[in-house]
């Protein structure tokens, strides 16, 4: 059976309206005749699909083709390795893709850059979990470009806390080697650095329901990009960095960021319970904005 075609970006309405439906569900009980199916949100069991955000150009002249994703349970966080179940191709099937996938919608994870003359060729991330194959189709078509304001307005500033046409993404490095080797259950330093334009200032996630906005302000957090995620345990524990209406993520009604360092230096301490080879990513995000940087842990047995 041909894969079901995932090709067009899930736009603001449609994304608006899932996110709406997902907390509708979450905030009452699921009575059997009560609740249509297509409306209950689960917190496992279910799969992951691959999205196309849109393209960005280069100075070059090359471009950057982004891409996000869904993972469609409330919880649970799944785990796909580079091959036959998360490939991208041409070129593939690394093309930077995440294998540790975070719950609900995860809007633009990662970008891969084709060259100038990519013409009417289509880059295509094929997912499978479960036994369900999703795929994502990146074209150059003049609808799906890239600009800030619907970069903003997809992750729920753009119109919620002015227009934000100021607005800088924010920097981030990560001090010291991008390559790290630890033994299990050894504790691994890491310290980012981030700073930002300071606009917009902070404010908290608004109160009602269902919410429409994140908190603005910069916020940073590390999270497991690729490797299993469940076995990392970060020091202090570390915010969500996708959107969760209960708690503990800058989309939860009421979330405020954290008080900033005053040398705009995060540390935080990862644990590994397994080894194996990881990446860890961080975020540091305006609320419009983001930037990453990611670190590569090699973990051996102890």
């Given at each position: 059976?041909?894969p079901?075609?995932?090709?067009?970006?899930?736009?603001?309405?449609?994304?608006?309206?899932?996110?709406?439906?997902?907390?509708?569900?979450?905030?009452?009980?699921?009575?059997?005749?009560?609740?249509?199916?297509?409306?209950?949100?689960?917190?496992?069991?279910?799969?992951?699909?691959?999205a196309?955000?849109?393209?960005?150009?280069?100075?070059?002249?090359?471009?950057?083709?982004?891409?996000?994703y869904?993972?469609?349970?409330?919880?649970?966080?799944?785990d796909?390795p580079?091959?036959?179940?998360?490939?991208?191709?041409?070129?593939?099937?690394?093309?930077?893709?995440?294998?540790h996938?975070?719950?609900?919608?995860?809007?633009?994870?990662?970008?891969?850059?084709?060259?100038?003359?990519?013409?009417?060729?289509?880059?295509?991330?094929?997912?499978?979990?479960?036994?369900?194959?999703?795929?994502?189709?990146?074209?150059l078509?003049p609808?799906?470009?890239?600009?800030?304001?619907?970069?903003?307005?997809?992750?729920?500033?753009?119109?919620?806390?002015?227009d934000?046409?100021?607005?800088?993404?924010?920097?981030?490095r990560?001090?010291?080697?991008?390559?790290?080797?630890?033994a299990?259950?050894?504790?691994?330093?890491?310290v980012?650095?981030?700073g930002?334009?300071?606009?917009?200032?902070?404010r908290?996630?608004?109160?009602?329901?269902?919410?429409?906005?994140?908190?603005?302000?910069?916020?940073?957090?590390?999270?497991v990009?690729?490797?299993?995620?469940?076995?990392?345990?970060?020091?202090?524990?570390?915010?969500?960095?996708?959107?969760d209406?209960?708690?503990?993520?800058?989309?939860?009604?009421?979330?405020?960021?954290?008080?900033?360092?005053?040398?705009?230096?995060?540390?935080?301490?990862?644990?590994?319970?397994?080894?194996?080879?990881y990446v860890?990513?961080?975020?540091?995000?305006?609320?419009?904005?983001?930037?990453?940087?990611?670190?590569?842990?090699t973990?051996?047995?102890?």
């Amino acid at each position: 059976m041909r894969p079901s075609r995932t090709a067009v970006r899930l736009g603001s309405l449609f994304r608006g309206a899932l996110l709406a439906a997902a907390l509708a569900a979450a905030a009452q009980p699921a009575l059997q005749g009560q609740i249509p199916s297509s409306r209950i949100v689960y917190s496992s069991g279910q799969t992951v699909a691959p999205a196309y955000e849109g393209w960005e150009p280069n100075p070059d002249g090359s471009f950057n083709l982004v891409f996000g994703y869904m993972n469609r349970n409330l919880d649970e966080r799944l785990d796909i390795p580079i091959g036959p179940h998360n490939r991208i191709e041409p070129g593939g099937p690394d093309r930077g893709q995440p294998t540790h996938f975070l719950p609900r919608r995860n809007r633009f994870a990662f970008s891969v850059r084709v060259p100038a003359d990519f013409g009417d060729r289509e880059l295509v991330w094929t997912l499978t979990s479960r036994g369900r194959t999703e795929q994502a189709f990146a074209t150059l078509r003049p609808e799906y470009v890239l600009d800030g304001i619907i970069i903003m307005r997809d992750t729920g500033f753009f119109g919620q806390w002015g227009d934000g046409r100021n607005n800088q993404a924010p920097e981030v490095r990560v001090e010291g080697d991008s390559d790290r080797t630890v033994a299990v259950g050894e504790p691994l330093a890491l310290v980012a650095v981030a700073g930002d334009d300071g606009y917009p200032e902070p404010r908290p996630a608004p109160l009602q329901l269902p919410a429409r906005a994140t908190a603005v302000g910069l916020r940073v957090a590390w999270f497991v990009y690729r490797g299993p995620g469940g076995a990392v345990t970060f020091d202090p524990e570390q915010f969500r960095t996708y959107p969760d209406y209960r708690f503990n993520s800058p989309w939860t009604p009421g979330w405020t960021p954290p008080a900033l360092p005053a040398d705009g230096r995060f540390p935080v301490s990862a644990t590994f319970r397994e080894p194996g080879e990881y990446v860890l990513r961080v975020m540091a995000h305006d609320g419009g904005f983001h930037a990453t940087a990611d670190v590569a842990v090699t973990v051996r047995p102890r």
